[in-house]
């Protein structure tokens, strides 16, 4: 798919004009990097949960839901890493006081040589970055920012500051007890959702009766302070998280990362993005408790980028919460080693994650689905239509009930569909404006199905449905709109 010039902007005025997507506290001018979901965005965004949901626990016997808090003890944090290493090297431009993720100024720096056509260089230098990144190196970095000439887009100068670590946690106070020492009231926002799910294994595993491998699903919000938060959606302050922390064996880690690789891909796939869309990017500079990850990545309007990552996290985490807690954290496994033939006894579990963005995956459905179609009709004029081409089991709203006239007995035949299909799909009732109208503020929201009640209906039954995607209209019978549409969606 080729998006067009001015895709993305569309898009995100679009969302904010139909009830997707608004900045918040808008009127107040807005918090840089935080949305909030409007009426047809919230229904879209709980579609697509339920529908990772559904396929990580109903549809894995061995996969259990959780929903952990998101304040937590500060210890988990110390034993996770992120308070030493939850952070990103950045660096500020003196004349401008802009601060960039190093990595981000860098590659915005590569996307400009590609478009110049120096696609060697860019290569050559987002592969120094990476090497360096790898070892931490930032005055190398910055040496490579010099080098370079790379330039602040404001000052348009290279007068730049060292290379710092930023730590990305956001810290609240706990509580209203003083204490000598300030640090002690301290708690985070969590940065990421697993650690909910480590801290629950034992707890899960026991109450559960989970035999390895299991996983453990979980969505819910995560706070990262992004030095550049941008491109709408795409990286916020405030987002939320579909994790699932796979528990297994030791040693069996590449088996389990190669099989959830494979599968998350078809998951998307299976929603209704595009292969051609997707693909895999290898990390190269691995975070502090990984021994391989990858991302899936999509090709967002604004280029490829990272959708859903996922980590061999080996027994890193596991391991660190027992040794800050004291208490053993261990599972005994009773099945037998075919090597050795012995049960493999007391170990502590591998774990291989799944971690996807709601957010993101909500930016990648509506990307694709956005378009403005103009055609010639028959008698040779123009027309043209915004539509929201959402696949209709994610749509907000999956079929519009619309009375020809507000009279004559048709709005109370099309209530009675109303009252029909509404505890099954989500149904949106409209009997104001021509019916053209109607269609194409359908269309804009992206509902799927439209049912139109005329006067024929009163003396035959029948009803017209037009159908979204390809604007037919068919005549059925009004007693058969409920089963076609779930059978639709289904
Ligand atoms: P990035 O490299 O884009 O900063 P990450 O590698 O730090 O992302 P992970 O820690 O792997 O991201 O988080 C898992 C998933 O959570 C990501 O694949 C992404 O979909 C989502 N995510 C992470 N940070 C954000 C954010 N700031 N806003 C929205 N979604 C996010």
């Not at 919230?42 to 061995?62: C, G, I």
């Not at 990144?133 to 490579?144: I, M, N």
């Not at 998280?241 to 528990?247: A, H, I, L, P």
Request: proline content about 3%; charged content about 30%; glycine content about 6%.
């Amino acid at each position: 798919m080729t998006y067009s010039q001015n895709h993305f902007q569309d898009l995100i005025a679009h969302c904010k004009e139909y009830g997707y997507i608004f900045q918040s506290s808008e009127l107040y001018d807005g918090l840089s990097a935080v949305y909030d979901y409007g009426q047809l965005g919230a229904q879209l965004k709980k579609n697509l949960r339920d529908e990772w949901w559904k396929s990580m626990t109903q549809l894995h016997e061995n996969i259990v839901g959780i929903d952990a808090a998101i304040f937590m003890h500060p210890t988990v944090w110390k034993a996770s890493g992120h308070v030493d290493n939850f952070s990103d090297p950045m660096i500020d431009n003196k004349d401008s006081k802009k601060r960039y993720r190093v990595d981000h100024l860098i590659e915005n720096f590569a996307d400009e040589l590609k478009a110049n056509g120096q696609d060697q260089k860019a290569e050559d230098l987002l592969a120094a970055m990476d090497a360096l990144l790898a070892k931490d190196d930032f005055a190398g970095l910055k040496k490579l920012i010099e080098e370079n000439a790379i330039k602040c887009s404001i000052s348009k100068t290279c007068n730049w500051t060292d290379v710092r670590q930023f730590n990305l946690m956001f810290k609240t106070e706990f509580g209203a007890i003083a204490t000598d020492n300030p640090d002690d009231n301290i708690v985070y926002l969590r940065p990421e959702t697993a650690q909910g799910i480590f801290v629950n294994f034992l707890n899960v595993q026991k109450t559960g009766r989970m035999k390895i491998p299991f996983g453990i699903a979980q969505t819910g919000k995560a706070f990262r302070n992004e030095i550049v938060a941008r491109q709408f959606i795409f990286r916020m302050r405030e987002f939320e998280q579909m994790e699932m922390q796979y528990f297994i064996r030791p040693g069996s880690q590449m088996q389990w990362y190669e099989y959830w690789k494979a599968e998350r891909k078809k998951w998307h796939e299976s929603i209704g993005i595009p292969g051609g869309m997707l693909r895999y990017h290898d990390h190269v500079k691995l975070a502090h408790y990984a021994d391989a990850a990858v991302d899936i990545e999509f090709e967002f309007p604004f280029g490829w980028k990272e959708l859903e990552g996922i980590h061999s996290r080996t027994d890193f985490d596991l391991s660190q919460h027992a040794k800050y807690s004291k208490k053993k954290i261990q599972y005994f496994d009773n099945d037998i080693d075919p090597t050795t033939n012995k049960a493999y006894g007391n170990y502590t579990p591998f774990v291989v994650e799944t971690s996807v963005g709601l957010d993101r995956l909500f930016l990648t459905i509506i990307s694709l689905s956005y378009a403005e179609e103009k055609w010639t009709k028959e008698d040779g004029t123009e027309d043209s239509r915004v539509v929201m081409r959402i696949p209709p089991k994610l749509a907000p709203t999956k079929l519009a009930i619309l009375p020809l006239v507000k009279k004559d007995g048709l709005p109370e035949l099309a209530r009675e569909l109303m009252e029909d299909c509404k505890s099954s799909f989500m149904c949106f009732y409209e009997e104001k404006d021509a019916i053209g109208k109607r269609y194409r503020r359908m269309d804009a929201i992206g509902t799927p199905f439209c049912v139109t009640i005329d006067h024929q209906t009163k003396e035959d039954g029948t009803v017209t449905i037009r159908y979204r995607d390809d604007m037919r209209q068919v005549r059925i019978a009004m007693s058969a709109v409920k089963n076609i549409v779930m059978d639709k969606i289904g």
